[in-house]
């Protein structure tokens, strides 16, 4: 196992896409109006690509086109304070091609917006690094 300076536990790409299958919440980082903005968002994945849907009109959908994006997702246990985190980067692309389209709206990709899903992007993860914490960890610092 590969720590950090602080500890934590250094994951390999394959270990960071397991865990981020493991939930289906994240949050893309993308810019609005020259100044970082966060969303949280559903998501998929279609091979290692992360692919999440949105309105057409929504600030996420106009912010992410063509723009490296950031995606993140964790989850955490606050009783025993353990848990992951897993950062992807990469460029955000609308899907344009009908058979693609109608391919992944058969995944399993669900929207808490209004309206529904009106469109994918996908985020091609160019850069993919996560951290670990365990319980082992915290009780060696202690």
Not at 11 to 22: E, K, Q
Not at 65 to 93: L, N, Y
């Amino acid at each position: 196992m590969r720590l950090d300076a602080n500890g934590l536990e250094v994951l390999d790409r394959d270990d960071c896409l397991a865990l981020m299958r493991s939930v289906t919440l994240g949050r893309v980082v993308f810019t609005d109006r020259a100044l970082p903005a966060i969303q949280p968002v559903h998501f998929v994945f279609d091979g290692d690509d992360v692919i999440i849907s949105m309105p057409l009109d929504s600030k996420l959908a106009s912010g992410t086109r063509g723009a490296v994006v950031a995606f993140e997702a964790d989850a955490f246990e606050p009783g025993s304070r353990t848990g992951w985190s897993v950062t992807v980067i990469g460029e955000a692309r609308v899907v344009r091609v009908a058979t693609e389209i109608e391919r992944l709206s058969r995944l399993p990709l669900r929207s808490w917006a209004p309206g529904g899903l009106s469109y994918f992007i996908r985020i091609r993860g160019e850069y993919v690094s996560g951290r670990r914490i365990h319980p082992t960890y915290l009780e060696a610092t202690r």
